[in-house]
Structures are given as structure tokens and as C-alpha cells.
């Protein structure tokens, strides 16, 4: 909790690894913290079941990684690898939450359709 007594999810952070000393202004560090900020939210969509939203935030966050991937000349090798291991390992996430959405919509359907035939059985 805050000074204002407000809660706050936890962001962790990349790695201790990883060369924050190497933002050259304050724009770079916001867009590393933002685009955490954006991971921490899709966490939390994706654990209530809103897929959509977490794609877009998992996506959205993954973007502001990656550009502060490539901004980076100075980080060393080891930072720049974990950055993109773990942006491939969100995008297979969005991979699986994009096959569950397609696997609902799927059932939901298939479920439209058995109610439709069964109501009819019934007029008749």
C-alpha cells in the first residue's frame, strides 16, 4: 500500500542483470516501467479470464520491451538475451490464449447450435 493507503500490484522487476543504469533520459526508464506495468495488468487479466485484454497488454507491454531492446547499445549481451527470451515467452503465451479464445468460440457455437436443434425437436 501507498501513503494514500491504496494497494498496489507487485511489479517485479526483469532481472538484476539487466542494465537500467544504460537509459540514456528518463523517457527510456519510463518505457521499460511501462511496458512492466503493462505485464503486471495482463497477468492479472489473463488470471480473470479476460483474454482479450490480456493480449492487447501482453502485446502492448512486449512492444515497449522491444523498443527499449533495440534503444539499447550499451546493455551488456546478457541483458539483451533475457529481454528477448522473455518476449518470446509472453508471445507464446498470447499464442495459447488466442487457440483457448478460438476453442470458446468454438464450443459457444457448437452450443447455439445444439440448443437451436433442440428447441426445434420440441415445436415439433
Known amino acids: 500500500m501507498d501513503s494514500n493507503g491504496e494497494a498496489h500490484a507487485a511489479m517485479t ?7 537500467i543504469s544504460a537509459c540514456t533520459s528518463k523517457d527510456d526508464f519510463d518505457k521499460l ?5 503493462l505485464l503486471e495488468q495482463a497477468k492479472v487479466y489473463d488470471h480473470n479470464r479476460d483474454y482479450y485484454a490480456a493480449i492487447r497488454h501482453y502485446r502492448d507491454g ?20 533475457y529481454l528477448r527470451l522473455k518476449c518470446h515467452k509472453i508471445l507464446n503465451r498470447v499464442d495459447i490464449l488466442k487457440k483457448l479464445i478460438k476453442q470458446q468460440e468454438h464450443e459457444t457455437i457448437q452450443e447455439a447450435i445444439n440448443n437451436d436443434e433442440q428447441q426445434k425437436d420440441s415445436e415439433s
Open 33 to 37: 516501467k511501462q511496458g512492466l506495468t
Open 13 to 19: 522487476p526483469i532481472n538484476e542483470n539487466v542494465c
Open 62 to 81: 512486449v512492444d515497449y520491451l522491444m523498443d527499449e531492446f533495440m534503444s539499447r547499445t550499451c546493455a551488456n549481451e546478457q541483458s539483451k538475451e
